[in-house]
């Protein structure tokens, strides 16, 4: 911004609860593009009170609906420059499909499509989605700046939110900006009136970046789409309207999010500049056609998909003008393993990388960003991750990369996340989408123009689809445990439930019966009450253990019989209502299970030396429930168990999932692991416990099992296993042969068997029967092991 280096800069104020004589939220509009509404967009305008430049670098524009929800999250628009003194600054936000009268040049965009009638906007000093989601919470947070609830909002200052908000108002400060941290006093509802740093108003002009002005509709303006790409992530046109861009169409999308691709066929020599952008048409069916020679005119955005996606370059609001048809198109930029660089994406200590220019001889997720928008090729590529139910597979084209004995690729170190893997999806809705199996083949040449989206980053929007080849995946089938071994395994059976249908049941069912060929015990995760996510307060799970053990008997296994602690309602996180758990299942005819009185939700068990050896105090029982380490979280199942005379301690857990993680593919380098805190807190407890087994019986016979949500090579994992008090015998297998789960193509672990010192002689397996497939019955593979008990002394 312009001014900014006139001014000096003032400090930043500590909180929103002391009330702002510098930056605050100066006026508040939801209704951009709604019915009867005349702008076309929503927006956020900014102003300064003060005598000084406030600088905004590093700085967002929070949006967090009037009624937050648990899955609610505050959506965040980065800043950048300044608030001159006395002046404003504008933040244009979503579009809708209606008004007429555009935004003065906005000072920032995003994306956010705020409602109309009720929501709350945050100032925030940090670029990092807020978490608090009432007025208390955010109220604590100094990272808020200033803060406007308007409608209905819960969150708000003072006594009570703005109120008048609609489709054709907007709520503000009076010019004087004054502040008392009360919303009901502060902003009143009037006309929607839009000023940006340069002191324009809707109507006033937008600032430049027209392309071309008011000349000749059909000869293309001075802006190419090189120019609104840029060489760093961000456009440095975002923000402003550009006229007859010329393009030839690449591919048009028809569902989900409407719009075209155009690529400029003559491209100039910078490779970091893309020749290729999206043209979003929000709910009109693009009236364009691929071969087309268009002129394209609209308002430049970025689209973050989520708040820590990176974003996509588009031009909405579009007019068109068709030069020509069945022109042909623009050479599509091959990927394989020469072209794709090996490193994976540059860092910058945390914080976003979307300023960073662009190296796409250095790092693939730079060169895919070198590409958005472009035609794009490859050839005879193995799948690595399954057909899902969406429409979308997971292709590698790098064959030779951290190949896994059945076609997958293996993500084997957080510094080793896998660059050939790329998402496929098809824009030709006239066709069924192959179903794919990992290891089998896209055979030929798939073309496409290639985007971006939250699930799983870069993707190609395949306009021709290579042949599908199958190569014959088949599932796994482990061999029966011997007399003398005791066969324990683990499987998450993904939100089981009485009311299920009886297909999905009875294949959960096979699995265990043939597939895992019986084992003796099997410690089952989410496992829900008898009515699933019905939230009424039913925390017991017999009918659904019932239904899944006759269907067991059914397909060939034992009569299995169960202990579990049943969860306090809605207290272990998972689907409302549903208070998954973990089971033991165990065949009584070759094992029996020790039970002691006592164990319940709240109440932790122990270990006691006595006379005849260790015990729990509680069998079955948890591990200390009342732990921070498990709040909203499964708490482990532990049981004592006896086989030929032998007492095995059996530890069934589900740890807490990675929710809230950032990805590997988004705008925050390295990206952030928050999960890992609790999991970590998880793993210590459990390890604790297991300690306290061997400090009473160093030979305590132990079993650690189930879905602990992190891999390997986590830390989660190496806190479990400190001062080796577990072995996780998942590092026993080959190297290719470690994963027990498939994500955006990486074969990868996420559930573990480990076992004390004493576990000496042992046979272990993971049978691949689900992940790798695109018709699954749960997405978790199960494992087994065969203790050879006997010799385990």
């Known amino acids: 911004m312009g001014v900014a280096s006139a001014f000096a800069i003032t400090s930043l104020p500590a909180a929103y609860a002391t009330p702002s004589a510098t930056a605050v939220i100066a006026e508040v509009y939801g209704g951009g593009g709604n019915s009867g ?54 933040v244009a936000e979503a579009a ?143 923000g402003q309207t550009v006229s007859r861009v010329p393009g030839i169409v690449t591919g048009v999308r028809t569902s989900g999010s409407k719009g075209y691709w155009i690529q400029d066929p003559t491209a100039d020599a910078d490779s970091r500049t893309s020749e290729g952008v999206f043209v979003y048409t929000g709910s009109a069916t693009p009236t364009v056609a691929v071969g087309d020679s268009v002129l394209v005119g609209g308002k ?91 429409g979308e597979l997971w292709v590698t084209v790098k064959p030779d990369e951290n190949a896994t004995t059945r076609g997958g690729t293996l993500y084997s170190s957080y510094d080793q996340p896998n660059t050939g893997r790329l998402e496929v999806m098809s824009l030709d809705t006239t066709t069924s989408f192959p179903s794919a199996d990992v290891g089998d083949e896209l055979s030929g040449t798939t073309t496409g123009p290639l985007d971006y989206s939250t699930y799983g980053g870069y993707n190609v929007q395949a306009t021709q689809l290579g042949t599908l080849v199958d190569n014959g995946l088949k599932q796994e089938v482990t061999r029966r445990q011997k007399s003398d071994e005791l066969a324990v395994a683990t499987y998450n059976v993904e939100n089981l439930d009485a009311l299920d249908a009886q297909e999905k049941i009875d294949r959960l069912a096979h699995g265990v019966a043939v597939n895992l060929n019986s084992p003796d015990v099997v410690a089952l995760e989410e496992i829900q009450d008898d009515n699933g996510a019905t ?101 482990p199942l532990v049981g004592e168990f006896v086989f030929h005379g032998e007492t095995v301690f059996v530890i069934a857990n589900h740890f807490t999932s990675k929710g809230g993680d950032q990805p590997l593919h988004g705008r925050y380098q390295p990206p952030s692991r928050s999960s890992e805190t609790q999991r970590q807190a998880q793993a210590a407890e459990v390890n604790s416990f297991v300690k306290s087994l061997l400090a009473a019986d160093k030979n305590a016979k132990t079993v650690v099992l189930g879905d602990l949500n992190d891999y390997e090579f986590s830390q ?78």
């Open 300 to 390: 430049v955005s970025e689209y973050y998909p989520s708040s820590t996606s990176q974003s996509v370059t588009e031009l909405t609001a579009p007019t068109v003008t068709v030069l020509s048809g069945g022109n042909a198109l623009p050479a599509a930029v091959a990927l394989n393993a020469a072209d794709v660089p090996a490193a994976y994406i540059p860092t910058a200590g945390g914080g976003s990388i979307e300023s960073l220019a662009l190296e796409p001889g250095v790092y693939a997720q730079d060169f895919y960003e070198s590409t958005e928008g472009m035609r794009v090729a490859f050839s005879d590529a193995r799948v690595v991750g399954a057909s899902d139910a969406y």
């Open 37 to 90: 509404a005349t702008l076309t967009r929503d927006f956020v305008e900014l102003g300064n009170a003060g005598s000084a430049a406030y600088d905004l670098a590093g700085y967002s524009v929070q949006y967090l609906p009037g009624a937050p929800s648990a899955s609610s999250l505050w959506q965040v628009t980065a800043l950048s420059g300044a608030v001159a003194p006395g002046g404003r600054f504008l």
């Open 96 to 238: 809708g499909t209606g008004g007429s009268t555009a935004l003065p040049t906005a000072d920032a965009t995003g994306s956010v499509a705020m409602s109309a009638t009720s929501g709350t906007i945050a100032l925030v000093s940090g670029t990092t989605a807020l978490t608090c989601k009432t007025a208390a919470d955010c109220a604590a947070d100094g990272r808020i700046v200033d803060l406007v609830g308007y409608g209905s909002a819960l969150v708000r200052e003072g006594s009570g939110p703005a109120t008048g908000a609609s489709n054709t108002a907007a709520v503000a400060r009076s010019a004087a900006l004054g502040d008392t941290d009360d919303n009901a006093v502060d902003l009143s509802a009037g006309t929607p009136s839009p000023v940006n740093s340069a002191g324009q108003t809707s109507g006033s002009g937008d600032g430049g970046g027209d392309g071309g002005g008011d000349g000749d509709p059909t000869t293309p303006g001075t802006v190419r789409v090189r120019d609104i790409q840029g060489t760093t992530r961000l456009s440095p046109l975002a």
């Open 535 to 635: 939230n009424d307060g039913t925390v017991t799970s017999e009918a659904t253990l019932k239904r899944f053990t006759d269907a067991i008997r059914a397909a060939g296994g034992p009569r299995y019989q169960w202990r579990y602690i049943a969860p306090t309602d809605n207290q272990d996180g998972g689907e409302p209502g549903g208070n998954i758990r973990q089971v033991f299942l165990f065949n009584p005819k070759r094992v029996s299970f020790t039970d002691r009185a006592g164990g319940d939700a709240v109440t932790a068990t122990s270990v006691v030396k006595t006379r005849k050896g260790v015990q729990l105090t509680a069998s079955p029982g948890r591990i200390d429930p009342a732990s921070d380490a498990w709040d909203n979280s499964r708490k």
């Open 716 to 793: 989660t994992v190496t806190t479990l296993t400190a001062d080796k008090v577990l072995k996780p015998l998942i590092t026993t297998l080959p190297a290719a042969e470690r994963y027990t789960y498939v994500y955006d193509g990486n074969s990868q672990t996420l559930d573990h068997i480990l076992t004390s010192p004493a576990v000496t002689h042992y046979d272990y397996d993971v049978v691949h029967i689900n992940a790798e497939f695109a018709d699954q019955a749960s997405d978790h593979d199960p494992q087994v092991v065969r203790i050879d008990v006997s010799r385990c002394r």
